[in-house]
């Protein structure tokens, strides 16, 4: 039986880019999701700056601007609607299903194998060590042997599960939902988020979408633990963002196009061990989700560079083991960890409405400040 260099098992930005990588790097890469694609994912649909060297490295970033929105700046704004304002640094927005597509095609022009409808249940072990995925595909159980699995699969991932790494701190997992939403008044051209009196300690996102009929991406955010305490539901709530909020008023004679569609967010203010003898965790699947504005696809293209520079290692030395790929958690750690804990930092400060209007005031007060914050 064929034995895989890598198996990375999710296809979403940060499995394919990195299957895409390590094509490349001449590795024999087989990529899984369980979907058929193009599929939808419920999602604000921003792929965030941290990702666009990786697009533009795989070819795909032209391809994702002409169908996407490179947006001018973002705006945030606090409870008692203090507006923190600046510019966009190579961020768009385009649709998931689109998006998600191009780089899941992208990673097979690269030369990596791709298998939709694929569905991962367990993994092979030998000697403690992961080996290869176990899974269901074309109405067979299968057995796909691998040096290398890392697991891409999202915020229910089986491969975290299976490696006893899956956290679920309810202080820290956040629910999150978005629909769309047609006959924005005046079209929307900024991104913008907002912690709003009227949805805290929730936020309302509103991303743009020219080109798609003018259509708006209507997400919010919302920390687990106070959610499964409130008296109301998300769709009450937005409700009465847009009824009653300045920064809502342009949605009021909006059409909504979707079904409002719902999901686990893990962010990275519960993240803990990424690795494990023969496999590494990226993105959703090792919560590497922002904490503040919960934007994950960028940090999980970044962390699956580390797990590329890492595995490309392992594979030239032959080693797989558990000590040797904590390499991994040690770069994302040293390039990542100062801003996703200044991140977590905000997100604590957002829990209290009067403590985040003062730091947006004091940050609105600094320009070198809030330079670094949109930098």
């Known amino acids: 039986m064929k034995t895989w260099d ?9 499995g394919s880019t990195t299957a895409a990588r390590l094509a490349m790097a001449g590795c024999d890469v087989l990529l899984v999701d369980k979907e058929r694609f193009p599929r939808e994912k419920p999602c604000s649909d ?3 700056r ?3 060297d990786c697009y ?10 002409a169908k996407g929105f490179v947006f001018p700046d973002l705006a945030l704004t606090s409870p008692d609607y203090t507006e923190l304002r600046g510019p966009n640094l190579l961020s768009l927005t385009c649709p998931r299903r689109v998006g998600d597509n191009i780089l899941k095609e992208t990673a097979a022009r690269k030369g990596a194998t791709v298998l939709e409808q694929f569905w991962v249940n367990d993994l092979m072990m030998k000697r403690g060590q992961v080996s290869g995925v176990k899974g269901k595909f074309e109405g067979r159980f299968v057995e796909y042997p691998a040096r290398i699995v890392i697991g891409a699969d999202g915020s229910h991932s089986w491969v975290a599960k299976r490696l006893g790494l899956f956290a679920d701190n309810y202080d820290e997992v956040f629910l999150a939902g978005r629909a769309y939403y047609a006959n924005c008044d005046p079209p929307l051209r900024t991104m913008e988020v907002h912690y709003d009196p009227y949805f805290f300690p929730g936020f309302v996102c509103l991303s743009p979408h020219p080109g798609y009929g003018d259509v708006v991406n209507m997400g919010i955010g919302y920390q687990m633990t106070p959610y499964v305490q409130a008296k109301e539901d998300v769709e009450k709530l937005v409700e009465r963002f847009v009824e009653t909020s300045p920064y809502g008023e342009k949605m009021r004679k909006a059409r909504r196009v979707s079904e409002w569609m719902g999901w686990r967010v893990p962010s990275a203010g519960q993240i803990g ?9 990226i993105g959703d699947a090792g919560s590497f989700v922002d904490p503040f504005i919960l934007e994950g696809v960028a940090n999980s293209v970044r962390s699956g560079g580390y797990a590329v520079q890492t595995a490309l ?5 032959g080693d797989f083991s558990e000590g040797f790929l904590a390499a991994y958690e040690e770069r994302w750690k040293a390039k990542m960890k ?8 905000l997100s604590v400060v957002a829990r209290n409405a009067e403590m985040l209007n003062a730091t947006f005031q004091g940050l609105k007060s600094n320009p070198g400040a809030l330079k670094k914050m949109f930098g």
Not at 273 to 281: P, R, W
Not at 313 to 317: G, I
């Open 56 to 65: 533009k490295e795989i070819g795909a970033y032209d391809e994702m601007v």
């Open 273 to 281: 061990k990424t690795y494990a003898a023969g496999a590494m965790l």
């Open 50 to 52: 941290y990702g666009v």
């Open 313 to 317: 290692e392992a594979l030239e030395k």
């Open 338 to 345: 100062p801003r996703l804990d200044m991140l977590h930092q």
């Open 46 to 48: 921003v792929y965030g």
């Open 6 to 14: 890598v198996i990375v098992v999710g296809a979403g930005p940060g």
